[in-house]
């Protein structure tokens, strides 16, 4: 059973929109970044001077958990096959597709799935397989500090335009320049489910909603 109250993970195939849904959320996520620095040979010292190369991509690896015993006894490939599908190779593209990590408000990791292991732990009389877990690892492929932020619940309704946030800006100094009114900053942060409207973060993309 899916633990209680607890909101599902989910894998998105930005590719294709399709979205494999965790049966149980994973236990740890391993998170791994690496720099490259190059050595630079001095004629005297023991110590060479050290340069930056450049970055590398974080990789994210989890295990995921699958369980259909207790349910209903189907195959648990019905399940885990979704996931597999992440690393086939799309005829179109010719490549496998970009995917999306999502947990919550955790974590969002958009990445490349790198490889997959999987071990099937129980099965039925018959040999179908009905528990399974998979060791899966991305790689990320989008540096989301140059992404602009977005509020994506309400920013696609009929009506609603988008403003990014700039420097040093302030929501009544938004709501004063969109409305007219500076008061209207509560409404912004309704409309747009901010946790702490007193403190902006530039690159922050809102949802401008029309007066009533």
Known sequence: MQQSGFEKAQIENLDTKDKVICMFNPKELSLQKTNTWSEKDVKEGDIPTLEFSGGKPID????????????NGEDVRKHTNKVWKLLDVS??????????????????????ITSISQTFTLFLS???????????????????????????????KPGYRTRQVRQGETLD????????????????????????????????????????
């Open 126 to 156: 018959n040999g179908t397989p009905v528990r399974s877990t998979m060791d899966v690892s991305f790689k990320q492929s989008v540096d989301e500090k140059k992404q602009p932020r977005q509020n994506p619940t309400t920013i696609s």
């Open 91 to 112: 005829k179109d593209k010719k490549r496998p597709p970009r995917c999306q990590f999502t947990w919550g408000t955790y974590l969002s990791f958009k990445a490349v």
């Open 173 to 212: 100094w938004i709501a004063f320049e969109e409305y007219g009114d500076p008061n209207r900053w509560r409404f912004l942060a309704d409309i747009n489910k901010l946790d702490n409207p007193m403190s902006l973060e530039e690159g922050l993309v809102l949802a401008i909603a029309p007066l009533d």
């Open 60 to 71: 994210l690896k989890m295990q995921l958990f699958f369980d259909t015993y207790y349910e």
